[in-house]
Structure formats: structure tokens, C-alpha cells
């Protein structure tokens, strides 16, 4: 999946896990992903938390599509920082599962909640 994500790519991700209900990814924010005021667009964690999201609900082996999510922005973000994004199950049934992603800096600040839900197509992943 990560090597036809251009996106992912582009962000710099690097996956450190990735697993059935579970992934852990981390990046730098560049300069280019900064706002007018210096900090991070709001979107770059949003990508790097939707990321963890995709690939630990799709690690199943059955293609998942988000169908809602929200972030809750805990504090700003530089450039330099280096961010952990850990995605984790809270329940799946064969059509929906949910999600709960935590974004840390390379503190083990919080620096985003994120939550999603998706739908599973029930069409399996060509292995």
C-alpha cells in the first residue's frame, strides 16, 4: 500500500510497524509544511494520524476506505520536530472498524487525538 501513496511518501513517512489493527509510523516537518505563523499546518499531522489510520485498518487484509474522522490539535508543531503517530483498534465488526491515533513529538508530548472510523469494502487486498 505504502508504495503507491505518493502523499505518504511526499510527507516523509516511515513506517515502524505495521500490523492487523495496528501501525506505528514517524516524520520531520520541513519548513515547506509550516503556516503563516511558523507551525505546522494543521493538515500534516491530520496526514500523518489518517496514514496510521489507513494502514493498520487495511493490515487485515480487507480494503478500508475512512468514512469519519476528527483531530483534536493538542499544541504546536516546528519544524524539526519529529512525530510518532501510533494508530490502535478500538473494535471491528466485517463492516466498520474504529480507530484511535495519538501523535507524539519527539518529546513524548501529545501533540494531536485523532479518531476515525472505516468503512471495509469486503474486497481482499491482491497479495
Request: proline share 2%; net charge neutral; with cysteine.
Amino acid at each position: 500500500m505504502y508504495d503507491h501513496d505518493a502523499f505518504s511518501q511526499w510527507l516523509g513517512i516511515e513506517r515502524l510497524q505495521v500490523a492487523p489493527g495496528r501501525c506505528v509510523l514517524r516524520m520531520t516537518v520541513r519548513e515547506e509544511m509550516l503556516n503563516g505563523f511558523a507551525i505546522a499546518h494543521g493538515s500534516i499531522t491530520y496526514s500523518l494520524a489518517d496514514s496510521a489510520l489507513a494502514f493498520a485498518a487495511n493490515a487485515h487484509g480487507v480494503q478500508a476506505v475512512s468514512i469519519e474522522t476528527g483531530i483534536t490539535h493538542a499544541r504546536p508543531v516546528r519544524a524539526g520536530d519529529i512525530l510518532t503517530a501510533t494508530a490502535a483498534e478500538l473494535n471491528r465488526t466485517s463492516r466498520f472498524a474504529t480507530y484511535q491515533v495519538t501523535v507524539h513529538d519527539q518529546q513524548e508530548r501529545v501533540v494531536a487525538l485523532f479518531k476515525g472510523t472505516v468503512f471495509r469494502t469486503g474486497e481482499a487486498w491482491a497479495l
